[in-house]
C-alpha cells in the first residue's frame, strides 16, 4: 500500500463511526489482496506473501469485532474463515488463483456494510482527532491539497 492510500485510510478512520470503520476494514483488506495480485504478476513473491499476511490481520480484526450476541454473526464468521483459508492457501502455495474466491466474498459484503453505514447516525467513533478540511491550491506546475484543524490556536497572526 503506497503512502497517498495510507493517509486516505488514516483520515478516514478518525471520522468514522462504527459501521464506517468495518466498510474501512473491507476496503483495506481489498487494497492489499489487489497489492499482492499486482506483486505476484510482478514476480515479487516477497511483497506479495506480505500483502497477504496484512490482509490476514485485516480479516482477524474482522472476526474480533463480530458481536455474538446476534445470530447473524456466526454466519459472518463462516465467511470470513473461508475467506482466510483462500488467503492461506494462496500464501502457501504461492500463487494468487484461490484470492479470487476471497475478494468475491469481501465485494458482497462491502456493498452490504457500505448501505448500513448510510443509516448510522452514531458519529465518529474516536474523540479529540483532527477535524480535516481540505482545499485546493495551485502551485507551479502541480496541485496541493491542505487541510486546516480549527482547533489550532496558534495559527496565523496573534494582534
Known amino acids: 500500500m503506497n503512502k497517498e492510500t495510507i493517509q486516505s485510510f488514516t483520515a478516514r478512520i478518525t471520522q468514522a463511526s462504527k459501521s464506517e470503520l468495518i466498510v474501512i476494514l473491507y476496503e483495506m ?6 497489492e499482492a495480485e499486482k506483486s505476484y504478476q510482478e514476480n515479487d513473491l516477497r511483497n506479495f506473501d506480505k500483502e497477504l499476511k496484512s490482509a490476514q490481520k485485516y480479516v482477524s480484526e474482522l472476526m474480533a469485532a463480530l458481536d455474538y450476541s446476534y445470530t447473524i454473526s456466526y454466519d459472518l464468521l463462516s465467511l470470513y474463515l473461508y ?6 492457501t494462496a500464501i502457501v502455495k504461492q500463487n ?23 443509516s448510522d447516525k452514531s ?4 474523540r479529540n482527532t483532527q477535524q480535516l478540511y481540505a482545499g485546493l491550491t495551485y502551485g507551479k506546475g502541480s496541485l496541493n491539497e491542505t487541510f486546516i484543524d480549527p482547533s489550532n490556536k496558534s495559527r496565523g497572526f496573534i494582534a
Open 29 to 34: 483488506t481489498l487494497v492489499r489482496i489487489e
Open 83 to 88: 475467506t482466510n483459508k483462500h488467503i492461506i
Open 96 to 118: 494468487p488463483h484461490t484470492l479470487q474466491y476471497a475478494k468475491t466474498i469481501l465485494k458482497k459484503l462491502l456493498a452490504g456494510f457500505k448501505e448500513t453505514s448510510k
Open 123 to 126: 458519529g465518529p467513533m474516536m
